[in-house]
């Protein structure tokens, strides 16, 4: 399994799917902490950097998986909508 660097404090557990490799789940939003904390982003700069740097970079098919802790409701809302 591949780790992203620097980020284990966000490491929530491991991804599985039948027929797929296993992979490392990061939660999205403790990797935002972790960049205004230990970088000194500010929270807009964080999430561009994630979703650019990050959860833009394909490193093949054990690639990590980032989880948005989301709500049904939250969920429905964002992506139904």
């Known amino acids: 399994m591949i780790r992203a660097v620097g980020l284990d404090d966000a490491i929530i557990g491991v991804g599985q799917r039948c027929g797929d490799v296993n ?4 939660d999205s939003q ?14 807009e700069e964080a999430w561009e ?4 740097n990050i959860l833009g970079a ?11 802790p989301l709500t049904i409701e939250e969920i429905e809302e964002a992506f139904y909508d």
């Open 58 to 68: 394909y490193v093949g098919e054990s690639t990590p998986m980032y989880l948005l």
């Open 23 to 26: 992979v490392i789940v990061y």
């Open 30 to 43: 403790k990797i935002v902490d972790i960049l205004v904390e230990r970088d000194g982003m500010d929270r």
């Open 49 to 52: 950097y994630f979703e650019f």
